[in-house]
């Protein structure tokens, strides 16, 4: 099978394409043929060696995918063989991830896609999906859980709605009953943001988002999906409700985060940090069936008409789909694996 690998850490030219045998499933597993992987910031971070320490001697990239299931473990289901899977965390900790023909996972990490949703959509889910989730089912008063109806009458603020985790935050949040309001930072992401299901987009640069915020909610925000906490705190704390909750998932800027406690104790304030890879095998089985129900649903759209416009790249070029990503493209990059061919 063909396959991108790294043996060092470095820049996207460390990574090269190589055949490999594929390995057999082992008990608990299944092994996917991969139509479509998706990038995302985690996979060049890890890359460069920034986070994640570096497990194997040789590393395939790839946390997303979707694809078919073409073999399983001892023990598993033989009637899941022929499935159509989107992946989540393939290649977290493990020594193959998505950017091979085929690829050998957990297989709770091998969700069923139904036939009417394009390998594409179920390449985009994983990380992005997975992490938008989290943020919304962490506020003190609930809900765990997102279904239709489960955040009616709740005001979510997604910042940064243009980029991958912001369009996942969006339509779920849509999806689950929320008025939904984005800040994005020039027209284009407006219209992306708007094309993602956001009630209200807002210009973070231009604008001025707290005064328009409490216009439109002046009780306040009772959810923030937070890309960049720095940028950001003082426009979360002047929106927020008391009892709100800031879900954090981003520093992007790097902006150095100072707290003034009196302020934040006299809201009630509730910092949530995520990070996917300790987020624990809960968050993720909850994560994994709602997303699923979401896309059962129709929810959960992806291309330019849905605010999450798609880039791909060969397989041979998995080292310019990582330069992309990198250099900050706007919706989702795909690289056709081309497994299931
Ligand atoms: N914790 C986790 O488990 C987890 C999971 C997924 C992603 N992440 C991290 O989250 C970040 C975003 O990932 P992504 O895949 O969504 O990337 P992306 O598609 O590049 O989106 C990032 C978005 O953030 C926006 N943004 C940056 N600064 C902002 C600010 N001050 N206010 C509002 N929006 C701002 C950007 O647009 P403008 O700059 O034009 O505003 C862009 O639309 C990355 O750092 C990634 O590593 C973490």
Do not use: C
Not at 119 to 137: C, E, K, M, N, Q
């Amino acid at each position: 099978m063909k396959a991108v690998i790294y043996r060092d850490n470095g820049g996207p030219e460390v990574l090269e394409l190589h055949d490999r045998e594929p390995a057999e499933p082992g008990p608990g597993e299944v092994r996917v043929r991969v139509a479509v992987s998706g990038v995302n910031p985690t996979d060049w971070k890890t890359r460069s060696g920034a986070t994640n320490p570096k497990l194997y001697a040789e590393v395939t990239p790839g946390l997303d995918g979707a694809g078919v299931i073409d073999a399983v473990g001892p023990g598993e289901d033989r009637g899941r063989i022929g499935e159509r899977v989107w992946l989540f965390l393939a290649g977290a900790g493990r020594q193959v991830g998505t950017v091979a023909e085929a690829v050998v996972v957990p297989a709770d990490r091998a969700v069923p896609l139904p036939d009417d949703a394009s390998f594409d959509l179920g390449a985009a889910l994983g990380v992005p999906a997975l992490t938008a989730h989290r943020t919304l089912t962490v506020a003190e008063d609930g809900p765990r859980r997102l279904h239709p109806g489960a955040l009616d009458g709740k005001v979510v603020l997604v910042a940064g709605g243009a980029g991958a985790v912001g369009h996942a935050a969006i339509q779920l949040a849509r999806w689950a009953g929320a008025t939904v309001l984005t800040t994005i930072s020039g027209p284009e992401k407006a219209r992306l943001a708007t094309a993602a299901g956001a009630h209200h987009v807002l210009n973070y640069r231009e604008d001025d988002p707290a005064a328009e915020i409490r216009k439109i909610a002046p009780d306040g925000v009772d959810l923030i999906a937070e890309v960049a906490l720095g940028a950001n705190l003082a426009l979360d704390l002047a929106v927020l409700r008391t009892r709100g909750t800031i879900s954090t998932y981003a520093n992007d800027g790097a902006k150095r985060v100072e707290l003034d406690v009196r302020q934040n104790m006299t809201l009630n304030t509730r910092f949530q940090f995520l990070v996917l890879y300790t987020v624990g095998s809960e968050a993720l089985a909850a994560g994994a069936e709602d997303v699923a129900a979401a896309v059962a649903d129709g929810a959960l759209p992806v291309g330019a008409e849905h605010g999450l416009p798609l880039t791909r790249f060969p397989i041979g070029r998995t080292a310019d789909a990582h330069r992309a990503v990198e250099n900050g493209a706007v919706g989702k990059v795909l690289i056709d694996v081309g497994g299931t061919a």
